[in-house]
Nanobody
């Protein structure tokens, strides 16, 4: 069974930065579209950023210009660089892999933006 493990979350002050990582095992990352989602308390899970298997990226309007998604297929890893963080970015961040109807989720990593 494929597995995704996120890391890099934590507590950061408003205006700060974090880099999240998602390491995949038992799947060939280069074949997959990879996404980061987030879910804040009491809210639905929402798409934050996506990078296709060919490297095309898409972002939610709320994070454009602040977040950058990237992938390193040689390390089977996807990253989410987050800067100018706001309290509204507080959520559990999840990594998702998708290819031909098969999707896998990580367990999530908590990001808290607070002074």
């Amino acid at each position: 069974q494929a597995q995704l493990v996120e890391s890099g979350g934590g507590l950061v002050q408003p205006g700060g930065s974090l880099r999240l990582s998602c390491v995949a095992s038992r799947l060939t990352l280069r074949n997959y579209d990879m996404s980061w989602y987030r879910q804040a308390p009491g809210k639905e899970r929402e798409l934050v950023a996506r990078v296709s298997s060919t490297g095309v990226t898409n972002y939610a309007d709320s994070v454009k210009g602040r977040f950058t998604i990237s992938r390193d297929n040689t390390k089977n890893t996807v990253y989410l660089e987050m800067s100018s963080l706001k309290p509204d970015d507080t959520a559990v961040y999840y990594c998702k892999a998708f290819w031909f109807g098969n999707s896998y989720w990580g367990q999530g990593t908590q990001v808290t933006v607070s002074s």
